[in-house]
């Protein structure tokens, strides 16, 4: 191809790109298929002789657009948001069309050094003291895991990397029972081992945070045991119900136990832009040594931007640093960030962010979560009048409901209402009950999109 018809294409990928959006209404949120169905309009092999871009992008337009689930739909109320601002779309658009490949800062001068700015924009706009730095990783699941190794070798005395942990013995990371699986995970992966995560009660309602109380009598047992406490995963905002830990609370237990404290804010990071939503969930953050937050996720920077803060990021570089000879870089002091994380290889994430913030401004953004609370609130006071049960009140934008019926008969409302289509939800699980999740965080719905859902879900139910 040459760059004459890479122009051509490339102003009608972009023409395709608004057209999309600006039907996006008018699809179903998840779309109407079977397993197989995709696979089944692909060639079974790779063609031998290259075929003409006309071709390729008819078949594009046919098989694709239509099989998606649209996640940039106005009326997407399942997981958590997965936001692409148009203008961080843009940044994306000018990532790839320059390919870097961001390992070291000679390999990326600009995409390094405009990281190293972004994250301290980010860390001032969610109220994080002055002096911590970080660093942009794919996903909070890669962040957990950088923060729970660099908790196994701090625990260890740094020798785990170098001699195995079979001479270690039980190192224990403990956690909210409202954590997400990818504290699990991280253990797995670290050495530590399911049975070595200590899942703690939470307190109830409101908050659903855990129980402090309960975290230092297990660590208190565990040494008396002869185990290892190697560190804390607090959580705020978790996935099922948006639970929140008393930041405060459980720093006060990491220092007096000397462990290492990570904070998985995953989505609800974002809404901490907002200083009376961080005054009440983010008391005690400075008391954290790690904070990952995804503004993939509300803030509007398109997948993937995961944000990784550090108070001390040398812990954590003590523990994934290596530089092979073809690493090594001669000259002046400079960062670079994979030495902080698991994978070398490295995407220019921090143009997107440095669009988005200056495109919306920190008010523009704060303006659509504070709406985005509001109307998920306004929609549980309306399911409530339907009299639907509400069964965890809204915490930001998420609760969780019930319609008529046992466990069998919630998964068959979510399954009708999804194939409806004109609206997207998930279930879940709390208390043992199933229950039907409900969130509002999609960049440029409006209040309109989200009180259709009220009538959608109100419909539906009755029709069941
Ligand atoms: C989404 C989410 C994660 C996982 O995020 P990835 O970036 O997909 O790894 C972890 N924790 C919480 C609370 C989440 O909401």
Known sequence: MDWEEFARWGERAAQFGADYHEGLRDR???????PGEAAALLADAPPEVGEAMEAIWADFLDIVPKRLTHWQHPRFFAYFPANAAPVSMLAEMLVSVMAPQCMLWQTSPVAT?????????????VGLPEGWSGVIQDSASSATLSAVLT?????CDWSGNREGLSAKGALRVYVSEQAHSSVDRACWVAGIGQDNLVKLPSVGAPTFGVDAV??????????AAGHVPAGIVAVTGGTGI????????????AAEE???????AAWAGSAMICPEIRDEMWRGIETCDSVVFNPHKWLGAQFDCSVQFLKDPQQQVDTLKIAPEYLKTSGAEVVNYSEWTIPLGRRFRALKLWFLLRYYGLEGLRARMRNHVAWAGEVCCALRDHGFEIVTEPILSLFTFRGPGDDAAQQRLVDAINADGRIYVTQGMHAGRRVVRFQVGQFDCTRDDVMMAVD????????Q
């Open 28 to 34: 179903p949120v998840r779309p109407d298929v079977t």
């Open 113 to 125: 050094e405009m990281e190293g700015v972004m994250v301290d924009w980010l860390r001032q706009a």
């Open 151 to 155: 908790m196994r070798e701090r625990a």
């Open 214 to 223: 309960a975290l230092r009598r297990a660590i208190a047992e565990d040494r």
């Open 242 to 253: 948006g639970a929140w830990d008393d930041l405060a609370a459980v720093g006060a237990v």
């Open 258 to 264: 000397g462990l290492y404290l990570h904070c998985d």
């Open 456 to 463: 959608v879900i109100a419909e539906i139910s009755g029709r």
